[in-house]
T-cell receptor
Framework: GAVVSQHPSWVICKSGTSVKIECRSL??????MFWYRQFPKQSLMLMAT?????????EQGVEKDKFLINHASLTLSTLTVTSAHPEDSSFYIC???????????FGDGTRLSIL | DQQVKQNSPSLSVQEGRISILNCDYT??????FLWYKKYPAEGPTFLIS?????DKNEDGRFTVFLNKSAKHLSLHIVPSQPGDSAVYFC?????????????????FGQGTILTVHP
């Protein structure tokens, strides 16, 4: 149980393009999902908390207009990187848990490369 | 400010021996700790967790120890197997003392690369 699926796994696109990443909880409902970013050889950094039916909560330093989060249902959250530039190239990972006091389970991540 | 630290970037162990991965934290509000295993280009896989009301939790070959006074936790893997070779992250969360949007947020350490030699 507690399977999280993320799509796509790899995206290469031109600078200025907007990219949407999907995160789905396959066998459970998640009122809260989390979005992380990992740069090479660094730790996972929380970007934002995605709340079903309400606005996402962004961490300090994360541009909410740049990284649009939509959590339209209990099983789906999307992250849209708007007008992506090379510095946005990174590994983006989402997570969800059955309850917030239980372990988070992660998707397999999306490798985003902006040319 | 790195609230969760894994001071050893890498660890090399012989198959069959014990692997000990260490993690230190500074935020006294943290009361729930987890260990994750991660392969390149994949998301982290949950291994084991521990609540601050305990000092030890065991699951098969994996045991996590928590020393609250020292703000230190460790993951023991015994016996180590080549398939255990990966990056290990510790993470911490403040459940009891966090409210609203802070509840459930994880802070990760930098990771330790474990290599288990046959």
């Amino acid at each position: 149980g507690a399977v999280v699926s993320q799509h796509p796994s790899w995206v290469i696109c031109k600078s200025g393009t907007s990219v949407k990443i999907e995160c789905r909880s396959l066998d459970f409902q998640a009122t809260t999902m989390f979005w992380y970013r990992q740069f090479p050889k660094q730790s996972l950094m929380l970007m934002a908390t995605s709340n079903e039916g309400s606005k996402a909560t962004y961490e300090q330093g994360v541009e909410k207009d740049k990284f649009l989060i939509n959590h339209a249902s209990l099983t789906l959250s999307t992250l849209t990187v708007t007008s992506a530039h090379p510095e946005d190239s990174s590994f983006y990972i989402c997570s969800a848990s059955l309850q917030l006091d239980q372990p988070q389970h992660f998707g397999d991540g999306t490798r985003l490369s902006i040319l | 400010d790195q609230q969760v630290k894994q001071n050893s970037p890498s660890l090399s162990v012989q198959e069959g021996r014990i692997s000990i991965l260490n993690c230190d934290y500074t935020n006294s509000m943290f009361d729930y700790f987890l260990w994750y295993k991660k392969y390149p280009a994949e998301g982290p896989t949950f291994l084991i967790s521990i609540s601050s009301i305990k000092d030890k939790n065991e699951d098969g070959r994996f045991t996590v120890f928590l020393n609250k006074s020292a703000k230190h936790l460790s993951l023991h893997i015994v016996p180590s197997q080549p398939g255990d070779s990966a990056v290990y992250f510790c993470a911490a969360s403040a459940l009891t003392n966090a409210g609203g949007t802070s509840y459930g947020k994880l802070t990760f350490g930098q990771g330790t690369i474990l290599t288990v030699h046959p």
